[in-house]
């Protein structure tokens, strides 16, 4: 028996060392119960990236009700397509257009909270620095030459990236940098939640469950002792 663990053990090893290989050593608060963070991730999601990305599997009236928002406010500071809040998030732009615009047509948004998880998603918002080379006049350590543009620069500010890799501000952006850092966070919230919007719920379903059982197990004691009063 202890030989089959070691084997699924030792098996498991390198996919874990892969699997976490990418991550970045960065720390991000993820905490869906944030509602007011999520709201303001919400926010700059559709103002700052929902242009170009869809966000395709998730439904605008979702976010509202999961969000606590009313379709009314949905509609007024999030939809900008013209698209119905009962509308799946998806942008005007097609796939072509985007390639022939970008060189590489920006992906949907829905699952990439779990396909880059949200570490590479915080570091990757924070890591866009100046670079001539590029047509956009920067690039990305995390994804090299990407073909997205720093579409948060005015608020971030630009960076410069040095020979050993370390990033510096070099023109001051909108925001400060904790300003900045909570805005990267309350985003990748938002992200990670329409990846998996069920998970909201599933923590107080399961809170539920286990005050169920122990209500249960209450009940099944005192019907035990009933039971068995006359036998002892
Ligand atoms: C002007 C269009 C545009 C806007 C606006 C934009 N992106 Fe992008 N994005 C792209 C393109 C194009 C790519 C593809 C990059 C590549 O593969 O080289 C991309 C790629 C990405 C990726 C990498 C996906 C992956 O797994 O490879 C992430 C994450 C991302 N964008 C997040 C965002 C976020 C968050 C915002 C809003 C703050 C945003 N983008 C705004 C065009 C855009």
Known sequence: MRSIIRTVLLLMTPMMASASGDVPDVHVEVD???IAGLQRGAQ???NYCASCHSAKYQ?????AEDLE????QVAANMVFTGAKVTDHVVVAMTPEDGERWFGQAPPD???????RGPEWLYAYLKSYHTD???PWGVNNPLLPGTAMPAVLASLQGE???DADGHLHLVTEGSLNEAEYDRLVTDLVNFLVYIGEPAKMVRGSIGVKVIMFLMLFTFLAYLLKREFWKDVH
Do not use: H
């Open 132 to 134: 001539t080379s590029r």
């Open 32 to 34: 869906l119960a944030n």
């Open 159 to 161: 960076q410069e990236i």
């Open 59 to 63: 439904r605008y009236s979702r976010v």
């Open 44 to 46: 700059t999601f559709f």
């Open 109 to 115: 948004l829905t699952l990439v909270g779990r396909s």
């Open 69 to 72: 928002l009313t379709y009314d």
